[in-house]
């Protein structure tokens, strides 16, 4: 099943970049010393993102996701920047392909995309510009508590923000595959915000 993947960092031997996807991540205090080491050869590719979430890079081979390590950008004779552009683009195509819906829970929607990759589409700028469009907004607020869980909503909403807290209410105390944070995000046309940060 796809949501039961497990991600594992470690050497690859043949890599397609085609299945090679950007992936966010939660960072905390045992990873901040060695994600974001940008002189460790084993150390994770890795780039802040927004609050505690940074972009990594994940190589689906069907089975599992492994995380690309900077050893990596040996392998495929390409630099940092463009090994992230392949990344962003491959998710991108997931959008293009038509794999992204809008599920309307309440007076926010759930953003559904097969199981791996809802949160990590918070990097894609299209997604954020159809779903202003598709639903009508200038400002979006999201959750996004869980890599196959994200929700979002029109920020001048109010019953929108009351949707986002029920939800990251009712994970608080559940054992979620893959969590990344309890934050809320603000999407203001151009770029997201983180809004909150919980300990």
């Keep these: 099943m796809l949501c039961r993947r497990v991600a594992r960092a470690c050497y690859l031997g043949g890599v397609d970049l085609a299945q090679v996807f950007a992936y966010l991540k939660p960072l905390d205090q045992r990873d901040s010393g060695s994600v974001l080491n940008l002189t460790d050869d084993g150390g994770l590719l890795a780039r802040p993102f927004i609050g505690r ?75 954020w510009q159809w779903v202003s469009t598709h639903i009508g907004a200038q400002a979006l607020c999201a959750v996004a508590p869980a890599r196959d869980v994200l929700m979002v909503g029109d920020a001048a909403v109010p019953d929108v923000r009351a949707e986002l807290g029920a939800l990251l209410c009712r994970v608080a105390d559940a ?17 997201w915000s983180c809004i909150t940060e919980r300990n």
Excluded: K, P
């Design 53 to 127: 979430l940074v972009t990594t890079l994940v190589h689906d081979d069907g089975h599992a996701f492994t995380f690309l390590q900077r050893r990596h950008l040996r392998e495929f004779a390409l630099g940092e920047d463009d090994i992230f552009a392949t990344g962003l683009g491959n998710l991108e195509r997931l959008v293009a392909d038509g794999r992204v819906r809008l599920h309307r829970h309440g007076a926010a929607y759930a953003v559904i995309a097969g199981g791996n990759f809802e949160a990590s589409l918070l990097m894609c700028q299209t997604v």
């Design 175 to 191: 054992e979620l595959d893959h969590a990344l944070t309890v934050d809320t995000y603000h999407w203001d046309g151009l770029a």
